[in-house]
């Protein structure tokens, strides 16, 4: 029991921590995380700069702070467009069966048996290395699996007796949908958007490392870490703090999403 108290914990520390940072370096940075300063390039951390600079003197501590506000938008939206997507496309196919189903669950299916990372690659080539096209290709490698997860729990709550009771009375297929079905599958869906938040965040990072996420000079974690390679061995810390940043953004997330996950089941409650 005390274990899970110190998890929660140190979860929701590093996951305040790095969205508030991410909120703070949307509005302001210690310094213009845009502007170069060829004179202070690749300065040590000290105290005019905290975490160093860059290659081309930019702060690195702001650059970090504009790439988590860059990496939370990218995720959040992302989180939503899959959420929206598969729970509408989950509740129908759940609800309705037949050729509905049928038809949904194999779409469903053939974009699920792609990896999300070759799916959003894909996806990419077509939409081209901006936020938006990001956005759209993760959105789309994510939602596959929030519509089946949706549609399995609607599945088992269509044959209760509150839904019978509900055609019983008249009601129409959407509001029975809207009224009933939704809000008794929300469980899952939290849960699995947590999970999905740290996922996204971890692929938009790859993407970015790999050329493929946000287009220089906006700051990124990923192509940060990119641009560190060739300097890491006279600037290591170019890359040890973009690395921290991501890893231990993953563990605020991993260890809030496990909370969630334990408030949701009945046999870890009262841990």
Excluded at 15 to 25: E, N, P, R, T, Y
Excluded at 230 to 245: K, N, Q, S, V
């Amino acid at each position: 029991m005390k274990r899970h108290r110190q998890n929660r914990i140190l979860g929701g520390v590093l996951l305040g921590g790095f969205l508030g940072a991410a909120l703070v370096g949307l509005f302001w940075t210690p310094f213009d995380p845009m502007r170069i300063e060829l004179r202070g390039k690749l300065q040590a951390p000290g105290a005019a700069h905290w975490l160093g600079t860059d290659e081309f003197g930019r702060d690195v501590l702001s650059r970090l702070m504009a790439a988590a506000g860059t990496s939370v938008s990218i995720s959040l939206v992302t989180v939503l467009f899959a959420v929206l997507a598969g729970v509408t496309l989950g509740v129908v196919a759940g609800y309705a069966r037949g050729w509905t189903d049928r038809v949904i669950m194999a779409l469903n299916d053939a974009l699920l048996a792609f990896p999300s990372m070759l799916l959003a690659l894909a996806l990419l080539s077509i939409t081209g290395a901006n936020m938006y096209g990001i956005i759209l290709a993760l959105g789309m490698a994510y939602t596959p699996s929030m519509v089946r997860v949706v549609r399995g729990s609607v599945l088992s709550l269509r044959e209760r007796e509150f839904i019978e009771v509900s055609r019983i009375m008249g009601n129409s297929a959407a509001y029975t949908m809207v009224r009933h079905i939704l809000p008794n599958s929300l469980a899952p869906v939290i849960v699995l958007a947590t999970s999905m938040f740290g996922s996204v965040l971890l692929t938009e990072s790859a993407l970015s490392f790999l050329g493929l996420g946000v287009p220089p000079p906006a700051p990124t974690w990923g192509n940060m870490l990119a641009s560190a390679r060739p300097h890491i061995a006279e600037a290591m810390w170019l890359g040890i703090f973009p690395g921290l940043c991501i890893s231990l953004s993953l563990l605020g997330i991993n260890l809030a999403g496990d909370a969630i996950r334990d408030r949701f089941d009945p046999r870890m409650r009262g841990l």
